[in-house]
């Protein structure tokens, strides 16, 4: 414990990376009062810190604790995450377009891409294209290869500058079974139908080659608690 973090033995709380916030929630510790939980971060020994609102009390060491991620707010990332997935996929494989940058939010999402030209008859491709794989109801499963295989394999890189998460030499795979997998840290739902329709609301030109798209899902509520 420091100041007013905290670690446990195990958390269920995402601590933020490639473009998804970190979880907030609760921690109820003992029968003590719920300590609201405004943020998380991982530190260079991967070390989770679970940030409260207000002082804990004093004596926390080996007590038991019971977290409880902000559920609404957890579903509406996983949803964004998995539908990225989906468009930055289809934007590499039929246009070229690696990710500069991503920022995923519980309202709307944005998504950069190194692309030469953004039009409204290609962002309405994008848009069917993305709704096409989402209505298939492909399952979405995670699991891990080692880094070696990794750094072979050029097809599991969506980014042209960031890194990958590697934990003990491993790094993080996401798969939407039948169309695609990805190196990911992140949250992302059961499978694709339960993202929601998918919409590309706005877009901006960031440089001669770098256009930003924000997207939006409609309100249509996933089935899971997602992965």
């Known amino acids: 414990m420091s100041e007013r973090a905290l670690?446990?033995?195990?958390?269920?709380?995402?601590?933020?990376?490639?473009?998804?916030?970190?979880?907030?929630?609760t921690v109820r510790i003992g029968d003590d009062e719920p300590l609201a939980i405004v943020s998380t971060h991982a530190d260079a020994d991967e070390i989770v810190w679970h940030v409260t609102q207000s002082s804990p009390p004093a004596d926390l060491l080996g007590r038991p604790a019971k977290l409880i991620v902000n559920k609404a707010r957890r579903l509406a990332l996983t949803r964004y995450h998995t539908?990225?997935?989906?468009?930055?996929?289809?934007?590499?494989?039929?246009?070229?377009?690696?990710?500069?940058?991503v920022q995923i939010g519980v309202d709307q999402s944005r998504i950069?891409?190194?692309?030469?030209?953004?039009?409204?008859?290609?962002?309405?491709?994008?848009?069917?294209?993305?709704?096409?794989?989402?209505?298939?109801?492909h399952a979405v499963t995670a699991y891990y290869v080692s880094e070696e295989e990794f750094r072979a394999r050029d097809d599991l890189?969506?980014?042209?500058?960031?890194?990958?998460?590697?934990?003990n030499g491993r790094v993080r795979v996401v798969e939407i079974e039948g169309f695609?997998?990805?190196?990911c840290g992140g949250t992302h739902v059961e499978t694709t139908s339960q993202v929601g329709r998918f919409a590309i609301v706005?877009?901006?030109?960031?440089?001669?080659?770098?256009?930003?798209?924000?997207?939006?899902?409609?309100?249509?509520?996933p089935r899971a608690e997602g992965r």
């Open 157 to 167: 890189r969506r980014t042209l500058g960031a890194k990958p998460p590697v934990s």
């Open 7 to 25: 670690a446990f033995d195990r958390t269920c709380f995402y601590p933020g990376g490639g473009g998804q916030p970190a979880d907030d929630g």
């Open 112 to 137: 950069d891409f190194k692309l030469d030209a953004l039009s409204a008859a290609l962002c309405a491709e994008l848009e069917g294209k993305v709704n096409a794989v989402v209505a298939r109801d």
């Open 83 to 101: 539908v990225l997935h989906v468009l930055n996929t289809i934007a590499l494989r039929d246009y070229g377009g690696w990710i500069t940058g």
């Open 180 to 183: 695609d997998a990805q190196a």
């Open 202 to 221: 706005r877009t901006e030109n960031k440089g001669r080659i770098n256009k930003r798209l924000y997207v939006r899902l409609d309100d249509t509520r």
